[in-house]
């Protein structure tokens, strides 16, 4: 357990559907990122928030996602409208800010299926 | 940053020590090299990271090569529990790290009892 964790750990959803997931990362991270993985590929980098701003997004994130963290702490990640092909395992990490280098801590994932 | 090669799978038998290798032949001189692993079902982990000098941790040891260009994990004693997908992520560290790792697919290393 690296103290990062994800809610639900399971979805099953029919297309269409609206969906949102939770991360609650390690309390004293001020850094949180979500990425998707697909069966058989390594984890793909969505967004990236520093406090309560998301500073970056990656083409990946259609305009059918759409992820908060209202108040620096926990964040959401909303799918809407969803489609088959966004079936995947959704992973989030946290890290803290500081000089050099810093190590990401990854919770255990939300797996979406969408049917 | 820059493209890193790996082999796709490989065995290593319980006890022996687990050798990884990895190629980043385009790596730049302010880019690290990262590794992180995945068991079965679970988030990636962090292993270790290192610039240029060798690197040593309770979880392994990183050799890098004196032109950089290449590079190998070393898990001195395998055990059943380090079967695992490991990734070798080469990034430059600007902003603290706080950028998306950017992951391959890395190499289901499998350990044989």
């Known amino acids: 357990d690296t103290g990062v964790s994800q809610d639900p750990r399971h979805k099953i959803t029919k297309r269409g559907q609206n969906v949102t997931f939770r991360c609650d990362p390690i309390s004293e991270h001020n850094r949180l990122y979500w990425y998707r993985q697909t069966l058989g590929q390594g984890p793909e980098f969505l967004t990236y928030f520093q406090n309560e701003a998301q500073l970056e997004k990656s083409r990946l994130l259609s305009d059918r996602f759409s992820a908060e963290r209202p108040k620096g702490s926990f964040s959401t990640l909303e799918i809407q409208r969803t489609e088959q092909g966004d079936s995947a395992m959704y992973l989030c990490a946290s890290s803290r800010q500081g000089a050099g280098v810093n190590e990401q801590f990854f919770g255990p994932g939300t797996r979406l299926t969408v049917l | 940053d820059a493209k890193t090669t790996q082999p796709t799978s490989m065995d290593c038998a319980e006890g022996r020590a687990a050798n990884l290798p990895c190629n980043h032949s385009t790596i730049s001189g302010n880019e690290y090299v990262y590794w992180y692993r995945q068991i079965h079902s679970q988030g990636p982990q962090y292993i270790i990271h290192g610039l240029k000098n060798n690197e040593t941790n309770e979880m392994a040891s990183l050799i890098i090569t004196e032109d950089r260009k290449s590079s190998t994990l070393i898990l001195p004693h395998a055990t059943l529990r380090d079967t695992a997908v490991y990734y070798c992520?080469?990034?430059?560290?600007?902003?603290?790290?706080?950028?998306?790792?950017?992951f391959g697919k890395g190499t289901h290393l499998i350990i044989q009892p």
């Open positions: 992520i080469v990034r430059a560290n600007s902003g603290g790290g706080a950028d998306g790792l950017t």
